[in-house]
């Protein structure tokens, strides 16, 4: 079993930065592929990026790519989405995710969800 509790969202101007975490607890959390997704009400949740418990290979959304970095720390099972350049787009709640399989970036594949950090991006 994994828990996620996701933390860092608020409101920003567009063109402005925010950093989330998601703490997890759990003995598999190294072993993980972590991911952060999003949705926006009326929406299908959406896949942001991905990144492997092993040698941090990462995987990203075109819509985020170059904006978006995901990282994460073992040692404090912790993973972090850094968000710059921020859009009115980007406004969503943002959802952390673990997975057994490489690199998912399919939501079915996920296996434990946070409740999710509400992200809202002013223009």
């Known amino acids: 079993q994994v828990q996620l509790v996701e933390s860092g969202g608020g409101l920003v101007q567009a063109g402005g930065s925010l950093r989330l975490s998601c703490s997890a607890s759990?003995?598999?959390?190294?072993?993980?592929?972590m991911g952060w997704f999003r949705q926006d009400p009326g929406k299908e949740r959406e896949f942001v990026a991905a990144?492997?418990?092993?040698?941090?290979?990462?995987a990203y959304a075109n819509s985020v790519k170059g904006r978006f970095t995901i990282s994460r720390d073992n040692a404090k099972n912790t993973v972090y989405l850094q968000m710059n350049s921020m859009k009115s787009e980007d406004t969503a709640v943002y959802y952390c995710?673990?997975?057994?399989?490489?690199?998912?970036?399919?939501?079915?594949?996920?296996?434990?969800w946070g409740q999710g950090t509400q992200v809202t991006v002013s223009s």
């Open positions: 995710a673990a997975s057994s399989s490489f690199l998912a970036i399919n939501s079915d594949i996920y296996d434990y």
């Open positions: 759990g003995r598999t959390f190294s072993s993980n592929t």
């Open positions: 990144i492997t418990s092993i040698g941090g290979h990462t």
